[in-house]
């Protein structure tokens, strides 16, 4: 079965401190999809990556970085110099590639960790 | 990122009364799902559609049911209200594998039963 493990609860960092959030995954698919997903306090999903089981490199955009690892089942995120904006929970999640004839894809949730950000 | 609403986005209602939650896409995607966040629990999947009048149940399905009869609208329907069905309602859409961003969520619905 699909699974996905956020162990941090709650994280409280002070203001332009790295963070690094873990996210553990577990599929027995070999095609698969990480996202991470960010809800701020107003309560939306803004998405943030994707990234396909077939590519394992790292990606950086802006603040934000993602580092995959299938040999550990981890694909964490680390936000550079926090800044307060970055109050949220952030959301790890997993879906397998979707099967037009069938019914799978469905996106599997961590339950999140809640990251904040002091001045 | 227009292309998802929820309605209503605030709802009170009593216990054992049906409630319908209707999601509407312009984005003529053919997946859409409807997930309920919950403290300490995340997002987890109530139903979900994969086509015009096909759907199926997802972890949390009791209780539930859904209608998809046509491709922009995904209703949620509670049949008797409970209590313990006090949660936030998502609606997703996906467009498959094509999709670089995989997946994207309304806006949320608030329901309270009394």
């Known amino acids: 079965a699909q699974k996905v493990t956020q162990a941090q609860t709650e994280i409280s960092v002070v203001e332009k401190e790295d963070v690094t959030l873990d996210c553990v995954y577990e599929t027995r698919d070999t095609t698969y999809y990480l996202f991470w997903y960010k809800q701020p306090p107003s309560g939306e999903l803004v998405f943030l990556i994707r990234r396909n089981s077939f590519d394992e490199q790292n990606e950086i955009s802006g603040r934000y970085s993602w580092n995959f690892q299938k040999s550990t089942s981890s694909f964490n995120f680390t936000i550079t110099a926090s800044q307060v904006v970055d109050s949220a929970v952030y959301f790890c999640a997993l879906s397998e590639a979707l099967n037009y004839g069938g019914s799978q894809g469905n996106l599997i949730f961590g339950k999140g960790t809640k990251l904040s950000v002091k001045p | 990122d227009a292309g998802i609403t929820q309605s209503p986005r605030h709802k009170v209602t009593e216990t054992g009364t049906p409630v319908t939650l209707r999601c509407h896409q312009t984005e003529n995607h053919r997946y859409m799902y409807w997930y309920r966040q919950d403290p300490g629990h995340g997002l987890r999947l109530i139903h979900y559609s994969y086509g015009v009048k096909d759907t199926d149940k997802g972890e949390v399905s009791d209780g539930y049911s859904v209608s998809r009869s046509k491709t922009e609208d995904f209703l949620l329907t509670l049949e008797s209200a409970t209590s313990s069905q006090t949660s936030v309602y998502f609606c997703?859409?996906?467009?498959?594998?094509?999709?670089?961003?995989?997946?994207?969520f309304g806006s949320g619905t608030r329901l309270t039963v009394v």
């Open positions: 997703a859409i996906s467009d498959g594998d094509r999709g670089l961003r995989g997946y994207t």
